[in-house]
């Protein structure tokens, strides 16, 4: 199969870049023919005649995309095109680009940006759906697009125009979430229902787990909705209990000088892919403390890969993935009692971190290991192609 991968890069690499890379990575290895059309914002925003402004302006509309795309597509003949995230510079110019050249569309809806201008349902410390009710002009007073009101404008004024005129509904032939808790979450938008699927991210395989385990660890951003101040006020009661904490972010400074006052904390900084695997590897538990709904996962997913037990909160995506007393244990989230309630469970029992790392590569193995990743995504492009033959 022929397959276009259409991605406008984050500032800041995150989660999204590393999923649509390797998703990339793993349909080329399955014997597909697969082309990457990516825009980096840094590259692009500098490249634009007047800048910043001019590129916000193109969050709404993009005039130069469809030309862009139509020599792509000329150059890359594609069966079916796959559209991850496209704010700001992609913009919703892409999917009829793509749609006039009768290229069936999968979108897929890696956060809650249709509702929410900073793509979290976060503000101030905890879950936040305001706009869901009120509307996206809401989100310009508290200014939730990177703390500025001016750049929520843009965001509140795309999201608002496109609402009126059903862009998002005829964008595509198929939408998938990384989880049915971020579907739940998106049926506000509008999306046709029968036509949104729950297709869990790829998740790479670190190899069976082995050798010995301690401590806990977190990997992740450092910032306000992963939740690692609240770790680390939980850590506190913990006795010195090893916590390995991995990962960079605007949090940094604030967190480093938290940790220094708790005994058993140590701050890695940011690491390697393979140092993150190696921390996980070497675990008894992993703790994803996330303060967020989050829309897949991904640190416990990978705790999963690596056989360790993993402590994460209820209420949140995350939950789908960890079988309480099987794989893990659930806290209440945002509740530091309930989350040294269960970090303390695990600490004080080896053997049952052991049991319950076994079950998690377990389930790893049957739900998301690459080659079920790959047979996922095969089954949705070919649906789509089927949706869009039917709409003919």
């Known amino acids: 199969m022929r397959i276009g991968v259409f991605h406008n890069r984050y500032l800041q690499r995150g989660g999204e870049d590393s999923v649509v890379d390797f998703s990339v990575e793993l349909l080329a290895k399955a014997g597909h023919e697969v082309h990457l059309f990516a825009i980096d914002n840094r590259e692009e925003i500098a490249a634009v005649r007047g800048g910043a402004l001019r590129a916000a302006l193109y969050a709404r509309w993009n005039p130069t995309i469809a030309a862009r795309v ?13 559209v991850h995230n496209t704010f700001p510079l992609l913009s919703p110019s892409l999917h009829p680009a793509l749609r006039e050249r009768g290229i069936p569309v999968v979108q897929t809806l890696h956060n809650y940006r249709l509702l929410c201008a900073n793509g979290l349902f976060f503000r101030a410390g905890r879950p936040c759906e305001a706009c869901v009710e009120r509307g996206p002009w809401n989100a310009v007073r508290h200014g939730c697009y990177r703390g500025s009101r001016a750049q929520t404008l843009v965001w509140s004024e795309m999201t608002a125009h496109h609402r009126r005129r059903g862009t998002w509904p005829a964008s595509a032939d198929l939408f998938t979430a990384p989880s049915e808790f971020a579907r739940a979450r998106l049926w ?9 699927r729950v297709v869990p991210n ?3 395989d ?3 787990p082995g050798g010995a385990r301690e401590g806990a660890v977190f990997v ?8 690692v101040g609240l770790l680390l006020e939980a850590w506190r009661a913990l006795d010195g209990f090893p916590l390995t904490i991995a990962g960079t972010g605007p949090e940094e400074p604030r967190l480093r000088a938290l940790a220094d006052e708790i005994p058993g904390v140590r701050m890695l900084g940011e690491v390697s892919r393979e140092r993150v695997a190696e921390l996980l590897g070497g675990a008894a538990f992993a703790v994803a403390p996330s303060l967020w709904y989050e829309t897949f996962g991904m640190a416990v997913a990978e705790a999963m ?3 360790t037990a993993v402590v994460a909160p ?6 789908e993935l960890v079988e309480t007393g099987r794989n893990g244990l659930l806290f209440q989230r945002g509740d530091g009692s309930s989350l040294t309630d269960a970090c303390r469970t695990l600490a004080a029992d ?4 052991r049991s319950m790392g076994e079950e998690g590569r377990l389930l790893y193995e049957d739900t998301l290991a690459p080659d079920t990743a790959v047979t996922r995504l095969e089954k949705i492009y070919e649906e789509a192609l089927s949706l869009h033959s039917e709409g003919a």
């Open 305 to 307: 890969a690596a056989g």
């Open 202 to 204: 790829p998740v790479a």
């Open 350 to 353: 080896p053997d049952t971190c």
């Open 314 to 319: 209820s209420d949140t995506a995350m939950a």
């Open 206 to 208: 670190p190899g069976k």
């Open 220 to 227: 992740g951003r450092l910032s306000p909705e992963k939740g």
């Open 188 to 196: 506000p938008a509008d999306l046709p229902a029968t036509r949104v």
């Open 70 to 82: 139509a020599e792509f597509v000329a150059q890359h003949p594609i069966d079916v095109a796959h």
